[in-house]
């Protein structure tokens, strides 16, 4: 905590309610404050941090959990100088906002544009149970037994998560991790309408399949806070051009009690009753993910997550360009020229994005020991056009020789 800090009462009480170990439920702190570099924690840029106390074999201790674009960093602080130590450089980072729970009181703080706290606290009217479970942070989004997981069949009838489907189900909890943090981050900044219950916000999954993401998604978001969701009013609807599946996943919907639509269409031709806030891809394959990202602009959706599967029109376009000086070594080697070609090809599928008004970042949401295919590209709508996007996209297109699937999609519509 800075001088400055110390000497204003509201931050000192919200000290305090973070290292009371006896009162903590949790603290969190999120969002960037105005003009402020990101926040760092642990060496890093974090978009989120958590604060619990967890029972550990070593005694209580206090629990940080940081969140950067893509994963969690938890480390465990013995309590007294160590924890408030901790805490204290928490304090002093940049963060937007602070909410911290005790079991007798809320406490929100927000920093204004000045830099000055304004600190809301109510007191807790029903009682809440403290959970000291030190291995939350490994938890899951969603627990092994989730009826969603045994109907999808990832796990088995027991509530444990077969064997063969380890790798689907921490895909889809990664994917949908993230979705949750760039959802809150974008409802918070006003990038995303804030959704009621009569116009919930709206999640299309383009090339569904069996709809593993699509079931996950609605199942975490619409979860009250009480079960570890975010209570959040949202309509999913599940596009795919197979017939089998849309049947299945009505069948599988019907059986879980979830209003949901499948749409049998494709990705660039399916039409949907009204423009998604929220678009997701995983793993459509090839230029299909470039369909998902072409819809999502037409439709201006607010929020999109791909996760791009193969690249074969770039890798093939490839071999016969000639590759500008000096770098034929990049694509003389069919290895290196696939591995290439993916690159460029969700570098100018980035690009495109940025050139709609889109904030892009390109991310890793599942480690790479799990799948090749972990490249995720986030864009939020914001409506700013970057400056030398354009010329950017056009040069790398003029080096390379290349006319990406998605450049075309979008053609001569451009909103530049
Ligand atoms: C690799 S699977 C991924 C399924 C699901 N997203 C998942 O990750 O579990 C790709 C799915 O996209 C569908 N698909 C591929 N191209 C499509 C297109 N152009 N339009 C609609 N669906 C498409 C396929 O039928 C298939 O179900």
Not at 347 to 374: K, W
């Amino acid at each position: 905590m800075s001088d400055r800090q110390a000497a204003a009462p509201e931050w000192e009480r919200l000290r305090a309610a973070v290292l009371d170990a006896d009162g903590l439920v949790r603290a969190l702190a999120s969002g960037r404050r105005r003009g402020a570099p990101a926040p760092v924690v642990q060496g890093r840029e974090m978009r989120r941090v958590e604060v619990r106390v967890v029972d550990l074999k070593a005694g209580r201790h206090l629990q940080v959990t940081a969140y950067d674009a893509t994963q969690a960093h938890t480390t465990n602080h013995a309590l007294g100088e160590d924890a408030r130590a901790v805490v204290d450089a928490l304090l002093a980072e940049p963060f937007a906002n602070w909410h911290v729970d005790t079991t007798d009181a809320t406490h929100q703080l927000r920093v204004t544009k000045k830099g000055a706290p304004l600190l809301h606290t109510s007191t807790r009217t029903e009682a809440v149970e403290v959970s000291r479970d030190h291995d939350r942070a490994k938890d899951r989004l969603l627990a092994e037994d989730d009826p969603v997981l045994v109907a999808l069949g990832i796990s088995d009838a027991q509530g444990r998560v077969k064997p063969t489907r380890q790798a689907k189900y921490r895909q889809v909890e990664e994917f949908v991790r993230l979705l949750d943090a760039s959802l809150g981050e974008a409802l918070e900044q006003g990038h995303v309408r804030t959704p009621t219950e009569d116009d919930p916000l709206r999640i299309v999954d383009l090339g569904c399949g069996n709809a593993y993401l699509t079931f996950a998604a609605h199942r975490f978001l619409t979860a009250p806070p009480a079960e570890g969701g975010r209570g959040l009013p949202v309509r999913m609807t599940g596009v795919d051009v197979k017939q089998q599946s849309a049947d299945h996943n009505t069948q599988v919907a019907a059986g879980l009690g979830i209003e949901a639509d499948f749409v049998v269409g494709s990705i660039g031709g399916a039409r949907l009753e009204q423009a998604p806030d929220v678009v997701l891809a995983l793993h459509a394959c090839d230029t299909a993910t470039d369909d998902a990202l072409a819809r999502a602009v037409e439709w201006q959706a607010s929020l999109v997550l791909a996760a791009p599967c193969c690249h074969h029109d770039i890798a093939s376009q490839l071999r016969t360009a000639e590759a500008p000086a000096p770098y034929a070594m990049l694509t003389r080697h069919g290895i290196l020229r696939e591995r290439f070609a993916d690159t460029l090809t969700d570098a100018l599928r980035a690009s495109l994005l940025r050139r709609e008004g889109y904030r892009v970042d390109v991310v890793e949401f599942v480690e790479s020991a799990h799948t090749p295919r972990n490249t995720l590209l986030r864009a939020v709508r914001t409506g700013a056009h970057r400056a030398g996007a354009v010329e950017e996209y056009d040069e790398l297109l003029a080096a390379w020789g290349v006319r990406p699937r998605l450049g075309e999609l979008l053609g001569d519509g451009l909103s530049r």
